[in-house]
């Protein structure tokens, strides 16, 4: 009850991090709960300079969120992780990929219907 996998995405030298549907699959099949972060998975680490310092930071694709939650949901992971704030552009970590915390809700939802529908549709196999 206090075990749970989590997918974060690993690197394969491409300069995004990067998700395995088929990891999330054989996951599940381990009988734990599996949660995809759906935020951390589509990182870019050090991937870009900041502000006037040009120091290196990590950036990523935060508009992909909604799509790698959806992934998530349509292979039967148990939950979703978003990291969010209610100033993206200005959060002290990570901002690039955190979710708006207003727009969070239709997201889950849309999520929390498919897997809804997904039980559904596995209940009859």
Known sequence: D????CERGTTFG???????????VLMRESGFPVVLDATHSLQSPSSRP????GEIVSGGERRLVPEMGTMGVSLGVQGIFVEVDD?????????QL???V?????MATRWLRMAERRREIDSQT
């Open 2 to 5: 206090k075990v749970r996998l």
């Open 14 to 24: 491409y300069t995004g991090l990067v998700v395995d549907p088929m990891g999330l």
């Open 50 to 53: 900041s502000g006037a310092s």
């Open 87 to 95: 100033d993206v552009e200005g959060a002290p970590c990570d901002g």
């Open 98 to 100: 955190q979710w708006p």
């Open 102 to 106: 207003e727009d969070l809700l239709p």
